[in-house]
């Protein structure tokens, strides 16, 4: 059974941080590519960041100056560190995992969390 079960979402204004985790199921984290990847209503889910079992990273263009994934293999838990958060930036965050090429794009990933709602205030 694979689980992502994210948490750290909340409230912060403009210019702010979080740190959102993401806890998975031990065999999915050792071999899969994860993700974080997010959506607001009316638009399409987003690519946020992926990272790849050897540890190399790909972002997604809005936010690749801003945001950091990065795994603890140790925890079997998943990180994106988000800086100077915006407005634009306030959306329900997901992770997610696939077995298949590892991109940006959402339909890639097979499996998801319920996800954690991140708000930025201006």
């Known amino acids: 059974q694979v689980q992502l079960v994210e948490s750290g979402g909340g409230s912060v204004q403009t210019g702010g941080s979080l740190r959102l985790s993401c806890s998975v199921s031990?065999?999915?984290?050792?071999?899969?590519?994860l993700g974080w990847f997010r959506q607001s209503p009316g638009k399409e889910r987003e690519g946020v960041a992926v990272?790849?079992?050897?540890?190399?990273?790909r972002y997604g263009h809005s936010v690749e100056d801003r945001v950091t994934i990065s795994r603890d293999n140790s925890k079997n838990t998943l990180y994106l560190q988000m800086n100077d958060l915006r407005p634009e930036d306030t959306a329900m965050y997901y992770c997610a995992a696939t077995g298949a090429y590892c991109s940006i794009l959402a339909s890639e990933f097979v499996y998801w969390g319920q996800g954690t709602q991140v708000t930025v205030s201006s």
């Open positions: 031990q065999h999915v984290f050792s071999t899969f590519c």
């Open positions: 990272i790849r079992r050897n540890g190399a990273t």
